[in-house]
C-alpha cells in the first residue's frame, strides 16, 4: 500500500477516497478536509475566537488539536455530565489536554445547573437519558458562549453521527429536525450564538486514527448510556451499507446537505420569545431548559 500523495508506505488505507496515506500525509489530509469545511459554511474566521465543546473522546478532542495548530484561538468547554465514572475519567482526559497544550478550559457541571446530575434527571423524568442530557448540553454550551463573549461554538460530530442523526430524522419523517441539521446553524436570535461542526466531512475511523497517530490521549469508553441509543443500531445498518459500497455515508449525508436540506427549511416560522425565568431562546414561554430544572426541583 503506497501513499498517494508521496509514494512511501501507507500507513492507513481510505476506500471510499480510493487513497491510502503515510502519516503527515494523513494529517495534511484531515487538516485540509476541516479547512474545507469552515471556510465553505464559513464557519468563523480568524478573528474571532472559538469555544470547543469537549467531550474527552477522539473527535472533540482531535478537532480541538487541529484548530489549536491551525493557529485558531480556541477555549475548550466541558460539561460535567454527572455520569458515574465515565464523567470523571472523560474529565480528566479533557483537563491533561488543556494543561498539555496550553489552552484554556471551561467547566460547567449539569448538577450545578439543572439540580442533578443525568442519571438523576433521566429517573425524574422518566424520559430516556439522552433526552434530558442533549438538552442540557444544548442549553449550556450556547450559555456559557453567550457568558464569555464567544460568537461561535464547535462540536466534534463526524459524517458517521451526521449520517446516524440524519437516518433517524427520515426513519420518522421528523421534518423540523432535517430543517435544523446543518454543518454550520447560524445565530437567528442575538442569544443564539452559532453552533458548527468542522469534522462533518471526516468518518469516524479518520477521526479515531488522527487521534491515534498524534497520540491524543482520549477516553475510549463510550458513555454507558449510549449503549441503549437508537442511534447506536443506525450507525451499525450505516456501517453495513459503507461495507458494500465505500462511500454510501458520505453520499447520504452530502446529497442531503448539497440537495436536500433546503426543502425542510421553508416552514421555519416559529416566533421566538425570551424565556420569562432565564432570558434564553425560547418559542413558548418557559424554556424546556427551565421546565426541566422545575421538575428536578420538584422531585428532590
Ligand atoms: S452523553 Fe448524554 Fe450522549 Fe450519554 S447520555 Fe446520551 S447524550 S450517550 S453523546
Ligand atoms: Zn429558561
Not at 472533540?60 to 466541558?78: F, N, P, Q
Request: with cysteine; aromatic share 8%; glycine share 6%.
Amino acid at each position: 500500500m503506497k501513499c498517494r500523495t508521496c509514494g512511501g508506505a501507507a500507513v492507513l488505507e481510505l476506500r471510499r477516497h480510493n487513497a491510502a496515506f503515510c502519516t503527515p500525509d494523513f494529517f495534511a489530509f484531515f487538516r485540509r478536509q476541516v479547512a474545507e469545511a469552515i471556510r465553505k459554511h464559513r464557519m468563523f474566521s480568524r478573528d474571532e475566537e472559538v469555544l470547543v465543546a469537549v467531550s474527552g473522546g477522539k473527535d472533540s478532542l482531535a478537532l480541538w488539536d487541529v484548530l489549536i495548530d491551525e493557529g485558531y484561538r480556541t477555549t475548550g468547554l466541558y460539561l460535567d455530565l454527572g455520569i458515574f465514572e465515565y464523567s470523571v475519567e472523560s474529565r480528566a482526559k479533557c483537563d491533561a489536554f488543556a494543561a498539555s497544550h496550553g489552552v484554556p478550559l471551561l467547566v460547567s457541571r449539569v448538577a450545578d445547573e439543572v439540580g442533578a446530575p443525568v442519571p438523576v434527571i433521566q429517573r425524574v423524568t422518566r424520559r430516556p437519558p439522552c433526552s434530558g442530557c442533549g438538552l442540557s448540553k444544548r442549553y449550556l454550551m450556547n450559555r456559557a458562549a453567550l457568558e464569555h463573549g464567544f460568537p461561535v461554538v464547535a462540536t466534534g460530530h463526524n459524517l458517521d453521527d451526521e449520517a446516524a442523526t440524519l437516518f433517524g430524522s427520515v426513519m420518522h419523517w421528523q421534518t423540523e429536525s432535517l430543517a435544523r441539521q446543518s454543518p454550520a446553524l447560524p445565530s437567528t436570535h442575538a442569544k443564539l450564538v452559532r453552533r458548527v461542526k468542522p469534522l462533518y466531512r471526516l468518518s469516524e475511523r479518520e477521526s479515531a486514527a488522527y487521534a491515534f497517530l498524534r497520540r491524543i490521549d482520549y477516553i475510549v469508553d463510550e458513555c454507558p448510556f449510549a449503549k441503549g441509543a437508537t442511534s447506536l443500531a443506525h450507525k451499525e445498518i450505516l456501517n453495513r451499507m459503507e461495507d458494500a459500497a465505500p462511500g454510501a455515508k458520505h453520499d447520504f449525508v452530502f446529497g442531503f446537505f448539497d440537495r436536500a436540506r433546503a426543502a425542510f427549511e421553508t416552514a421555519q416560522t416559529a416566533v421566538l420569545n425570551e424565556c420569562a425565568r432565564c432570558g434564553a431562546v425560547t418559542t413558548g414561554t418557559i424554556c424546556a431548559f427551565c421546565k426541566l430544572a422545575d421538575q428536578v426541583k420538584r422531585s428532590s
